[in-house]
């Protein structure tokens, strides 16, 4: 009576984290919202759109200035040229570029490597589509390319790797080598790759983001994701887009025109705005989320959740080791809801296995005040433990 793969898959770990929290009036560090980081000029600027109009359908490609605006943030900050005529699609969000991306080009029993862990919209997408997700396992606490792992992994039937770079939940980030050996993996088995860079503004400490779209043998390989909601600190919005070469994006286009059509055009006037905003808005951005992952990194640590520094993204990746016997990440979560008034996601949700353990991501790109009152409550709660 209803699709196997929707009529089975549960509620997400990110609603059913955030629900929690607000039952039980906790600090909610889980679901990757930021809080107090939205630009108001951006705000601004879609009010203003809003109250001009048009209000009517907007052109299915998405605004002009839009797609010039994506096309020019990407060669201004990563150095990738793109044509905005021929090559960019406006998406309601990064979750529709990946849908269309899905649907359009994998057919019914190909394969696709997604990396573990993994970001939970790929899985059931793929499958509705009748492909085969295949996970490729990285680990804690380097999260290491697994580069046999990977290699076993691809059959005949492999047509496409996804690739989330800066990655959610692990904080990596793919380095120039990583990359390359993925684009002679492209090139060697004839694959395509779906890079899912939403977090590309989110990079820290000196570090710059690296896309596989820049490397020019696979440049007509790479669909390339990318979403405001990150990059203005505006998740509600669903502005995304796609970019890749016209052979890619076309049957892309099709898929957007019948999953969405288009994307509400207030907001793509503001994005538009946004993106070209001078480079101090990014460089801010990215500044500000860095001192707040190094203040919960460190407020973590001291407590003795082992935290890893994220090298971009929104979250810290924390082991709670001492504080339980049996690892159960989920059972933990609701504990440290219930317990200490601060929910965090567990890790194993992101594994097909569920059985990694022993791990939690925060998110930290909050007001420094709600950082300041998770760690309060941690502190609270944890000289309340029979910790040695
Ligand atoms: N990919 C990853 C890795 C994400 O973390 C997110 C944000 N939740 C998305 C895609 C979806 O982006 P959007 O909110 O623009 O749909
Ligand atoms: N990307 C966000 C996260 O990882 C959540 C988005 C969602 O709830 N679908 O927490």
Known sequence: MVNSVFGSCEATIFEVMS??????GAVNLGQGFP???????????AAEALRKGPHQYPSMLGLPALRQAVAANALRFHGLEADWEREILITSGGT???????????????????FEPVYDSY???????GAIPVPVRLEPPDWRLPRERLLAAITPRTRAIVVN??????GKVFDAEELRFLADLLLRHDLVAIADEVYEHLVYDGRRHLSLFAVPEVRDRVVRIGSAGKTFSLTGW?????????????????????????TPPALQAAVA??????????????????????????????????????AG??????????????????AFCRRLTAEAGVTAVPLSAFYGARDLRFHIRFCFAKTQAVLESAVARLEAWRAAQNVT
Request: glycine share 6%.
């Open 19 to 24: 629900r929690l929290a607000e039952q039980k």
């Open 35 to 45: 809080d107090g980081l939205e630009p108001k000029e951006v705000i601004e600027a």
């Open 96 to 114: 529709e570029a990946l849908c269309d991306a899905f649907l359009a080009l994998l057919e019914p029993g190909d394969e696709v490597i997604v």
């Open 123 to 129: 899985g059931p997408i793929i499958r509705r589509g």
């Open 165 to 170: 770079t800066p990655m959610n939940p692990a």
């Open 238 to 262: 669903k502005v995304g887009y796609v970019m890749a070469d016209a052979r890619l994006l076309t049957p892309i286009v099709r898929a957007h025109q019948y999953v969405t059509f288009t």
């Open 273 to 310: 705005f946004g993106l070209a905003l001078p480079d101090d808005y990014f460089a801010d951005l990215k500044s500000l989320l860095e001192a707040r992952r190094d203040f919960l990194t460190a407020a973590l640590n001291r407590l003795g959740f082992a935290t890893q520094t994220a």
């Open 313 to 330: 993204s929104y979250f810290a990746i924390s082991s709670f080791a001492p504080f339980d016997r049996d690892g159960d990440d989920l």
